[in-house]
């Protein structure tokens, strides 16, 4: 299916706490034809994407890696809200405030129906909030936000090779006008220095003269 081709270009970064919730949410994003990666813990999640805390985080988890993410970038976050340490709420902020990864859209689940916690996240960014157990429905309404996540993404690194492109004529045209300038000084530096030299009253008068006549 087309669809799934395309659908398939997706990576979601899902994190949760739960073993049952996590295997639970991978099974429904690969059934969607997602590429999925699973962590357990917010600090987890920062690490793959980039992003390091001061505490000490778990670096010895075999699906994190610095190495996956330079390979395959993420095109959306879904995370639980309730987690030890930090929570989806928290997880949410970290993204929203770093310049390289607020572009990325964050989902929040949640097995409680509090609609002040529902509206602080999507307050803070979020772009959706499910209710736990999540479906395969609830999973449709991620595709809008992946597609846009993309667009963006695109337009940026397209801004981003324009704006270098620039930059790297300029450079140029500068070197060529540094280049030119040396070929054309140095004839007028000469000239002048001769002349100067030429009208030099130790070149007009006859030196040691009066040595000569004595002698």
Do not use: W
Request: charged share 25%.
């Amino acid at each position: 299916m087309g669809m799934s081709a395309t659908d398939s270009q997706f990576h979601v970064l899902a994190v949760d706490d739960s073993v049952i919730d996590r295997k639970l949410i991978e099974r429904l994003l690969k059934t969607s034809s997602y590429q999925v990666t699973t962590v357990d813990s917010g600090s987890k999640a920062l690490e793959f994407l980039g992003l390091y805390e001061d505490e000490q985080s778990s670096s010895d988890s075999p699906s994190v890696s610095p190495n996956n993410q330079q390979e395959v970038g993420v095109n959306l976050v879904i995370t639980d809200y309730c987690m030890p340490g930090m929570t989806g709420y928290d997880l949410l902020k970290k993204i929203k405030e770093s310049s390289s990864l607020r572009n990325i859209p964050v989902v929040i689940m949640s097995s409680e129906n509090v609609p002040s916690r529902i509206s602080r996240c999507l307050e803070e960014g979020a772009e959706e909030f499910f209710l736990k157990p999540v479906r395969l429905s609830d999973l449709s309404r991620l595709r809008p936000h992946l597609m846009k996540s993309k667009s963006s993404n695109q337009n940026q690194e397209k801004q981003e090779d324009e704006s270098e492109n620039s930059e790297t004529q300029s450079q140029e045209q500068d070197h060529e006008l540094e280049q030119q300038q040396p070929q054309t000084m140095p004839p007028n530096n000469n000239k002048r220095k001769a002349m100067e030299e030429g009208l030099s009253p130790d070149r007009t008068r006859p030196r040691y003269s009066g040595i000569a006549t004595l002698v």
